[in-house]
């Protein structure tokens, strides 16, 4: 009803400055007229997608009894995660320690989760940051697990203003909490990478931790050379996929940016809820989690809120038709579980990917299928169009507690530039050979 009232009172409006030009000033008035009618256009496409909103609800227990019977082994599938980082000036590595703690803290089984960090910065900073945090990870993890707390990110955690003293919690409890307050710094100085260049390097991988105890832990560098595109997030995502690949290889993944850590210790199997449901998990690739943000701002001056709250309904909506692209215009971050099947976890013939025997268009057909697609600057909306192109489903995924949370940008240079970027990253899509119009078309 309010959709129809609005369409009625725009299409009056629309008339109105359509049939009273401004004599004096056609300029003005052509201009102001044909954006009015491109909001118009961009705002009736936006309703097109809320006809079917979908609210989903998860069941743990039921997953935890069909996939972990006791005296049996745990069914639960494994999962890599990818975090990605760049630049330790804007993404300092505490944020990063803070967001692996987390994952590593994760309620799920520990053999079954395998983290990766790719670090395109090549920062010496991270890499020591990160054996830290792997240090760090053997009293947090176990810490965890025993008290059952949230959000297992530590500094997260410790800011938290809860009184454990009032509730009357073991005194054991207390004075282990107290040891995790006071730990000792994980960074150290910010002296780059010894004999590294951040745009010519070699590949590095360092396996930090392996074993049973604590879920792996691996740092990787992709290899950067001047006369060759890196294809930023999107190649170090697939370089991470190969690496992931050789090593763990497990059938999802979970990506995240590496200023967002894990709020939700159940994250995880939330997303199994949907991607081992024996019926709903064949036709999704990929489990979507709304936007939560920490460090806005009382009057949010960056409007940072707007996309969290504004487009709800917009996601719940699309839900209803084929799943969530990743969308740039409002939301920072997502995290999403790929079926790492769906990407092709190995890579390319040499891997034996895809048969020895294929031609060159198989081949470059399976490359489509084979990572993050390159192309735009929002790798994700993209590699999200091709999915849902190709028939895929996606699901929008919203527990009680968030799943994930993460920064916003805190000062309009920062904010401004992301912005930007989403901008362009969706103009090139448009004008790409991927646009989905053009895919429309093709079917
Ligand atoms: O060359 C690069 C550039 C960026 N990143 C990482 O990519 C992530 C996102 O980059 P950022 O510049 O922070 O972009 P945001 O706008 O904050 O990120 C949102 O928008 C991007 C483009 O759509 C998506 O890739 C991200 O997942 C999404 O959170 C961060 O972890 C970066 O460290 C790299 O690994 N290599």
């Given at each position: 009803?309010?959709?129809?009232?609005?369409?009625?009172?725009?299409?009056?409006?629309?008339?109105?400055?359509?049939?009273?030009p401004v004599h004096n000033a056609v300029g003005l008035w052509l201009t102001s007229a044909i954006c009015e009618i491109w909001f118009a256009f961009s705002w009736i496409l936006d309703q097109l997608s809320k006809w079917l909103p979908i609210t989903r609800q998860t069941y743990l227990d039921r997953l935890s009894l069909r996939y972990e019977r006791e005296g049996e082994a745990n069914m639960l599938a494994a999962v890599d995660v990818f975090v990605t980082t760049v630049d330790t000036t804007k993404e300092p590595p505490l944020v990063t320690a803070n967001t692996f703690l987390s994952i590593l803290a994760m309620d799920y089984p520990v053999d079954k989760i395998s983290c990766y960090l790719s670090d395109d910065g090549a920062s010496m900073l991270t890499f020591e940051a990160l054996s830290l945090t792997a240090e760090f990870a053997r009293k947090w993890v176990p810490f965890c697990n025993k008290s059952s707390i949230e959000p297992r990110a530590p500094d997260m955690y410790c800011a938290q203003k809860v009184d454990y003293l009032k509730d009357k919690v073991q005194p054991t409890f207390v004075k282990e909490r107290r040891a995790m307050k006071d730990r000792p710094g994980v960074m150290q100085d910010g002296t780059p990478w010894p004999g590294n260049n951040t745009k010519d390097h070699p590949g590095m991988i360092q396996v930090f931790l392996q074993?049973?105890?604590?879920?792996?832990?691996?740092?990787?560098?992709?290899?950067?050379?001047?006369?060759?595109?890196?294809h930023k997030r999107a190649g170090a995502m697939n370089a991470l996929v190969r690496v992931s690949g050789v090593l763990t290889n497990a059938p999802f993944m979970l990506n995240l940016d590496c200023d967002h850590y894990v709020n939700n210790s159940k994250a995880v199997r939330e997303a199994m809820c949907f991607l081992?449901?024996?019926?709903?998990?064949?036709r999704v690739c990929y489990v979507q989690f709304p936007q939560r943000f920490d460090g806005i701002d009382k009057n949010d001056r960056y409007?940072?809120?707007?996309?969290?709250?504004?487009?709800?309904?917009?996601?719940?909506?699309?839900?209803?038709?084929?799943?969530?692209?990743?969308?740039?215009?409002?939301?920072?971050?997502?995290?999403?579980?790929?079926?790492?099947?769906?990407?092709?976890?190995?890579t390319l013939r040499e891997e034996g990917g895809v048969a020895a025997s294929s031609s060159r268009e198989a081949l470059l057909k399976e490359v489509i299928h084979l990572g993050w697609i390159y192309g735009s600057i929002t790798e994700d909306i993209l590699t999200g169009f091709k999915l849902h192109s190709r028939g895929w489903r996606t699901i929008y995924c919203m527990p009680k507690r968030s799943a994930f949370r993460g920064s916003v940008p805190t000062n309009l240079p920062d904010r401004l530039n992301q912005t930007l970027m989403w901008a362009l990253g969706s103009v090139e899509i448009f004008f790409s050979r991927h646009t989905p119009y053009a895919t429309a078309a093709r079917k």
């Open positions: 009803m309010v959709v129809a009232v609005r369409l009625l009172i725009l299409a009056l409006f629309l008339q109105y400055r359509i049939i009273h074993g049973n105890e604590l879920p792996n832990l691996v740092y990787v560098s992709g290899e950067k050379r001047p006369s060759f595109l890196h081992m449901d024996p019926q709903v998990g064949r409007a940072n809120s707007i996309r969290v709250f504004s487009i709800l309904i917009n996601m719940k909506g699309l839900d209803g038709i084929q799943g969530t692209d990743k969308d740039s215009k409002e939301i920072l971050f997502d995290e999403k579980f790929g079926k790492s099947s769906t990407f092709v976890t190995s």
